[in-house]
């Protein structure tokens, strides 16, 4: 299988223990699909991108506790495609409208977009960010809604 994986955010003496729980993750897939995992460790959790062979694997965004990464990413891959993208918290009657706001990385300064769901009028909250390009963690304001469930990603600005 070719599996690449970033891993930012944690010490060295981590890093290889995160890279075998995304292993543990990926063994029960079919070896000619290719993926990527970037895994950046944001305070007391993972905030990870998923990157796979089909158009629903593509961009997949979870935030994962310390203790459970194998099982969240399982679980992400299982599900990826059964329901809407778009989080019930900020769409309660439907009203979100899906943003991408263009940042330059602060490691690279390469331009980026964040693409989200916000309500009109919601807040913004400053959230951890990682560019997809050299995944130095940014920080960057989206709204308060995606910030609290993690439903926000970033991708290469095009």
Not at 11 to 30: I, L, N, Q, Y
Request: proline share 8%; with cysteine; charged share 25%.
């Amino acid at each position: 299988m070719s599996l690449k994986i970033m891993i930012a955010g944690c010490a060295k003496e981590e890093k290889d223990a995160v890279g075998s729980s995304v292993k543990k993750a990926f063994t029960d897939r079919p070896q000619d699909e290719p993926w990527s995992v970037s895994v950046v460790k944001v305070a007391n959790q993972w905030s990870v991108e998923i990157n796979g062979p089909e158009a629903r694997y593509k961009g997949l965004s979870i935030v994962a506790p310390l203790g459970d990464l194998t099982g969240s990413l399982k679980n992400a891959i299982a599900s990826a495609g059964k329901h809407s993208p778009k989080p019930a918290a900020a769409t309660p009657n439907g009203n979100g409208d899906e943003k991408k706001d263009r940042h330059d990385c602060e490691g690279c300064s390469a331009p980026f977009e964040v693409i989200y769901t916000s309500l009109p009028g919601e807040r913004q909250e400053v959230c951890p960010v990682a560019c997809p390009q050299c995944w130095h963690v940014n920080h960057v304001p989206i709204a308060e809604g995606a910030g609290a469930t993690g439903d926000y990603r970033a991708q290469a600005a095009s």
